[in-house]
C-alpha cells in the first residue's frame, strides 16, 4: 500500500557512503508481515536524488576499490560469510515475516545466498586472465579482466536474501562498487544484512542501498556513470529495464518470470514423483521462478500420479510461517491472493476441474492473513490462456499427453523456459530429454532445478533477456571487462643491464 500520510511504523533509510540516511521521498509503501498484516516498516520510495547520491558515492569509492588487491578486496566477504552464519536465524526471522515464506524457508534461501558467499572468495584464481609469450617472435599477447565501475542490482519480493547475493558478492570482489535496489515489498532482510556488512570495515561507498519502486530503476537505468545493471522479476519489467538501460549503453542480464512444466512418464518412481513435484509447486507458496507450474503425464501416469500428487498437496499444513509444523505460508499480499483466486476461477471457465481448490482459505488466528491451500487443476486445456501464463502461487495444473515427444512439443510452445523437468527411470528417455527440452535449467528427478552458485543461472526465452547469467564464470565475465594487450619489448633494451 503506498501512501504520502505516515504511519507508526519506522521509516527505512537509505545506505549511501558509509551511512544511514533518510531519503528525499514523499511517499512511502507499507511493509506488511502477510501472515499476521502487521506494518512492519515504511520503505520510502526515493527520488533520482538519492539514486544519484548512491551513484556518486559509489562512483569516487571505485578507483580505491579497484586498486585494492583482490585477496585483499574477499577479506571482507570471508568476514561477511562468518557473519551471516552466526545471524541467520534472525536473518530467516526477518525474511519470514516481511515476505511470508516458512522460517525452514528462510534459512535454506539464507544459506543458498552465503554460498554465493563463498564462491565469490574464490575471486583471485576466477578472476585471472592469461597470456600466450611469442605470437610472433619477442611478442606476448595477454587476456586481463578488469572491473566495470558502479553497478546495480534490481531484485524482486520472493528471495529478499538470496538474489540481492546472487550479484553483490561477485561485483565487489571484481572490483566493482555497487548500488542494490531492492523489493520495496521486503526491504527488510538487506537492510539487516548491509548492517553486518558494515560490521567488516567495507570502505564507504564499495556497496549502497537505495529504496524504492519504479522512479529508482529508471533512474539507475539512465544514469551515465552505472555501467551495468542486473536485475530479476517479472518479464514485462524484465523488458522494460533491458532495453530502457540499453539506450544508454550499459551491460544487462535481465531474468524475468517462468512457467515450470515437468513431464511424468509412467515408469517414474510415483512416491519420490509426488513429493518432489509437490514441494516444487507449493514451496515458498508457489512464488519461486523454479516452481514446477504444470504436469505433463504421459500414458499410464496420467491416473497414477494424479492420484498421488492430490493426495501429496492435500497433506501440506499451510499458516504462518513462524508457526512449527506448518509447511507452507501465506502468498505476499491480499492483492496477490485475489489475482491468484482469479486465475483459478480462470482456469476453471476454461474447462479445468479443481481436484484441490484453495480459494477463500481461512487459517485460524490468522483470519486476515493472505493465505490459499495448495490447488490442483486437472485437464485444463492444452490452448487454454491459463495453460500459458505465470501464475506465481499455489497452483499446479495437470495436462495430459500421449508421447514425451508431444509433452516436450507443449514445453516448446510457452513464451518462458526457465526450468524443465522430467520424472523417469529410464535414461534413455532422460538423455532424450536434456538434449531436447527448450529451457535453460533442467531437472532429471529434481523438481527444483536451482544451479549451486557455481554454476550459471541459465534461464532462456522470455525468462531472460542478455547473455550472462547470474552466478558462477558467467558472473565474473559479467561484472568484468576483457582487455587485450599486445606487447613487446626492444632487445637493445636488455643489453643495457
Ligand atoms: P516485479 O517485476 O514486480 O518487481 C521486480 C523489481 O522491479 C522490484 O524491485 C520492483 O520495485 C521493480 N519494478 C516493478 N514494477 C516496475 C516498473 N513498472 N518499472 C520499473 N521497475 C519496476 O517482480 P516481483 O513481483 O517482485 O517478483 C516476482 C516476479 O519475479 C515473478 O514474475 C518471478 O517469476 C520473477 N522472478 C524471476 C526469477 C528468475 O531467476 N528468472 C527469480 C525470482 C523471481
Given amino acids: 500500500m503506498s501512501s504520502a500520510v505516515l504511519s507508526a511504523a519506522p521509516e527505512l533509510q537509505n545506505y549511501v557512503n558509509g551511512e544511514w540516511r533518510r531519503s528525499s521521498a514523499t511517499e512511502f509503501v507499507d511493509v506488511t508481515n502477510p501472515a499476521t498484516m502487521e506494518v512492519l516498516a515504511r520503505t520510502p520510495i526515493s527520488t533520482s536524488a538519492d539514486v544519484d547520491a548512491a551513484v556518486k558515492a559509489a562512483a569516487d569509492a571505485f578507483p580505491a576499490w579497484r586498486r585494492t588487491p583482490p585477496g585483499e578486496r574477499v577479506q571482507y566477504l570471508f568476514k561477511l560469510k562468518t557473519l551471516l552464519e552466526e545471524h541467520i536465524d534472525e536473518l530467516a526471522t526477518i525474511t519470514t515475516r516481511e515476505n511470508g515464506k516458512t522460517f525452514g524457508e528462510a534459512k535454506a534461501e539464507m544459506r543458498r545466498g552465503i554460498e554465493n558467499v563463498e564462491v565469490a572468495c574464490g575471486i583471485p584464481m576466477m578472476m585471472q586472465g592469461h597470456v600466450l609469450e611469442d605470437v610472433t617472435p619477442g611478442v606476448d599477447e595477454m587476456q586481463i579482466r578488469q572491473p566495470l565501475g558502479v553497478v546495480a542490482a534490481i531484485v524482486p519480493f520472493n528471495f529478499p ?31 539487516r544484512a548491509m548492517e553486518l556488512l558494515e560490521k567488516t570495515g567495507l570502505p564507504k561507498g564499495v556497496v549502497n542501498i537505495v529504496n524504492g519502486g519504479k ?14 545493471i542486473s536485475f530479476v522479476g517479472s518479464t514485462p519489467v524484465a523488458k522494460h529495464v533491458y ?8 551491460r544487462m542480464q ?44 504421459i500414458g499410464e501416469a496420467q491416473k497414477t500420479f494424479r492420484d498421488a500428487i492430490t493426495q501429496a498437496a492435500s497433506a501440506i499444513r499451510v499458516g504462518n510461517g513462524m508457526d512449527s509444523g506448518v509447511q507452507m505460508g501465506p502468498v505476499i499480499s491480499g492483492q496477490s491472493k485475489q489475482r491468484i483466486e ?41 490452448d487454454s490462456q491459463l495453460a500459458h501464463t505465470e501464475i506465481f502461487g499455489p497452483v499446479l495444473s495437470l495436462i495430459h499427453a500421449n508421447s514425451i515427444d508431444e509433452g516436450i512439443e507443449f514445453l516448446r510452445r510457452s513464451p518462458y523456459g526457465n526450468q524443465a523437468s522430467l520424472f523417469t527411470t529410464n535414461g534413455a528417455a532422460a538423455r532424450k530429454f536434456r538434449y531436447e527440452a527448450p529451457a535453460g535449467n533442467i531437472g532429471i ?3 527444483v532445478a536451482a544451479p549451486m552458485a557455481y554454476f550459471p543461472f541459465s534461464g532462456w526465452k522470455e525468462s531472460f533477456f542478455g547473455i550472462l547469467h547470474g552466478q558462477g564464470r558467467d558472473a565474473v565475465e559479467f561484472y568484468t571487462e576483457s582487455k587485450i594487450v599486445v606487447e613487446r619489448w626492444s632487445r637493445q633494451e636488455t643489453r643495457k643491464f
Fill in 161 to 191: 536474501a538470496m538474489i540481492s547475493f546472487w550479484f553483490l558478492p561477485y561485483a565487489i570482489a571484481c572490483g566493482n562498487t555497487f548500488v542494490l535496489k531492492p523489493s520495496e515489498r521486503v526491504p527488510l532482510t538487506m537492510h
Fill in 215 to 228: 522512479d529508482v530503476v529508471n533512474a539507475l537505468c539512465d544514469h551515465p556513470e552505472v555501467r551495468a
Fill in 243 to 250: 532495453t530502457r538501460a540499453a539506450a544508454s549503453g550499459k
Fill in 254 to 297: 535481465c531474468q524475468g518470470g517462468a512457467k515450470n512444466h515437468v513431464i511424468v512418464l509412467p515408469d517414474a518412481d510415483m512416491d519420490l514423483a509426488k513429493q518432489i513435484i509437490s514441494d516444487s509447486a507449493f514451496g515458498c507458496a508457489g512464488q519461486r521462478c523454479l516452481a514446477v507450474s504444470v504436469a505433463v503425464t
Fill in 342 to 382: 482469479g486465475m483459478i476461477s480462470a482456469g476453471v471457465k476454461e474447462g479445468a476441474k479443481a481436484l484441490l481448490d484453495g480459494r477463500n482459505t481461512k487459517i485460524g488466528g490468522y483470519e486476515s492473513g493472505s493465505f490459499l491451500t495448495p490447488t490442483v487443476l486437472d485437464g485444463l486445456p492444452l
Fill in 445 to 447: 528427478n529434481i523438481g
